[in-house]
């Protein structure tokens, strides 16, 4: 039975950050990915708030070189989905599809994905005028129409952020009042750049390479009422926040958790010794691609203390 050091769970920044800081104290590291590295960030077609980005950035092409310089320290990877876990013991052990993984300490990074609005269009378009994202690409939308979907606080707030670039926001919300706290929907009633769509629901997005109109149906009275772009913007900006989806499952009744996100301290300790978690699983503030790298060093940096003690 091969036992290493460290087995990180999950391929986005966060764990390709681990994985280099772990391959760089010469730990002998897994790192163990489902599908392609990234996370929700190769979805993302320009980056300018990472430090040091190149002009032009893609989350494709950042991530690129993040996992080439992860291989370069030649921490072993694995494809594999991992469907339960024992961290009783001393030694960790990680039951994947494929196989059962064993190792002294852990470092979960398996991130958060956005709830999606749930409509023809909307996955061809992610990137592409659809983002989930404020703060990530908010400027990119400078006196051009946004319209957010949503109306819990996240999706307010969100759109109050939203109005320092758009011309205008529009809510879209699936019912005649939100769920917003009230404190923060007298903001947006005081907005004059805020407008709403009540009882509404986006139906479908088109556009050809960016998106250019959508479909928006009246729950209440079946009306559906076609938005187009402005002719002079040819595209307009449409941001989802309907809630995210920790990717958590197989840690619930392990590890503390909060509406499905781990609770770590600072140095990213769960409430199991030797397990960590890093990223967007984690119970935060800021999600951003930055935040997550910063974790998953002081993860790897945590789990190396570990071992040695």
Same mark, same amino acid.
């Given at each position: 039975?091969?036992? /290493?050091?460290?087995?990180i769970?999950?391929?986005?920044?966060?764990?390709?950050?681990?994985?280099?800081y772990?391959?760089?104290?010469?730990?002998?590291?897994?790192? +163990?990915?489902?599908?392609?590295?990234?996370?929700?960030?190769? !979805?993302?077609? @320009?980056? @300018?708030?990472?430090?040091?980005c190149?002009?032009?950035?893609?989350?494709?092409?950042?991530?690129?070189?993040?996992?080439?310089?992860?291989?370069? *320290?030649?921490?072993?990877r694995?494809?594999?989905?991992?469907?339960?876990?024992?961290?009783?013991?001393?030694?960790?052990?990680?039951?994947?599809?494929?196989?059962?993984?064993?190792a002294?300490? %852990? !470092?979960?990074?398996?991130?958060? *994905?956005?709830?999606?609005?749930?409509?023809?269009?909307?996955?061809?378009?992610?990137?592409?005028?659809?983002?989930?994202?404020?703060?990530?690409?908010?400027?990119?939308? #400078?006196?051009?129409?946004?319209?957010?979907?949503?109306?819990?606080? $996240?999706?307010?707030? #969100?759109?109050?952020?939203?109005?320092?670039?758009?011309?205008?926001? $529009? !809510?879209?919300?699936?019912?005649d009042?939100?769920?917003?706290?009230?404190?923060?929907?007298?903001?947006?009633?005081?907005?004059?750049?805020?407008? *709403?769509?009540?009882?509404?629901?986006?139906?479908? +997005?088109?556009?050809?390479?960016?998106?250019?109109?959508?479909?928006?149906?009246?729950?209440?009275?079946?009306?559906?009422?076609?938005?187009?772009?402005?002719?002079?913007?040819?595209?307009f900006?449409?941001?989802?926040?309907?809630?995210?989806?920790?990717?958590?499952?197989?840690?619930?009744? !392990?590890? &503390?958790?909060? /509406?499905? /996100?781990?609770?770590?301290n600072e140095?990213?300790?769960?409430?199991?010794?030797?397990? *960590?978690?890093?990223? &967007?699983?984690?119970?935060? &503030?800021?999600?951003?691609?930055?935040?997550?790298?910063? &974790?998953?060093?002081?993860?790897? %940096?945590?789990?190396?203390? /570990?071992?040695?003690?």
């Amino acid at each position: 039975m091969k036992v /290493y050091d460290v087995v990180i769970v999950g391929g986005g920044p966060a764990g390709l950050s681990a994985g280099l800081y772990a391959g760089r104290a010469r730990l002998n590291a897994l790192l +163990i990915e489902k599908e392609k590295d990234g996370g929700q960030i190769v !979805i993302t077609s @320009e980056i @300018e708030n990472y430090p040091g980005c190149l002009p032009e950035e893609s989350g494709s092409s950042l991530v690129q070189r993040m996992t080439q310089q992860v291989e370069k *320290f030649g921490i072993e990877r694995a494809a594999d989905c991992i469907e339960s876990v024992d961290f009783s013991g001393d030694i960790k052990v990680l039951k994947g599809k494929k196989e059962e993984y064993h190792a002294k300490s %852990v !470092i979960i990074a398996t991130g958060a *994905f956005p709830k999606p609005i749930g409509c023809p269009g909307e996955r061809e378009l992610i990137g592409k005028g659809v983002s989930y994202c404020a703060t990530c690409d908010g400027n990119f939308f #400078e006196d051009f129409d946004i319209y957010v979907v949503g109306g819990g606080d $996240t999706a307010v707030e #969100e759109a109050l952020y939203l109005t320092k670039f758009g011309r205008k926001v $529009t !809510i879209i919300h699936r019912r005649d009042e939100l769920r917003a706290a009230k404190s923060i929907q007298e903001k947006a009633f005081k907005n004059p750049k805020i407008d *709403f769509m009540w009882d509404s629901v986006v139906k479908e +997005i088109s556009g050809d390479g960016l998106v250019q109109s959508m479909s928006v149906e009246n729950v209440k009275t079946g009306e559906v009422r076609e938005i187009e772009a402005d002719e002079d913007d040819g595209t307009f900006g449409i941001f989802g926040f309907i809630g995210y989806l920790p990717q958590s499952k197989c840690f619930e009744g !392990i590890l &503390d958790m909060e /509406y499905g /996100y781990i609770k770590t301290n600072e140095n990213m300790e769960t409430n199991v010794p030797g397990v *960590f978690a890093a990223g &967007d699983i984690r119970v935060k &503030d800021l999600r951003q691609v930055v935040t997550a790298c910063a &974790d998953g060093a002081i993860a790897a %940096v945590m789990a190396e203390k /570990y071992i040695e003690e």
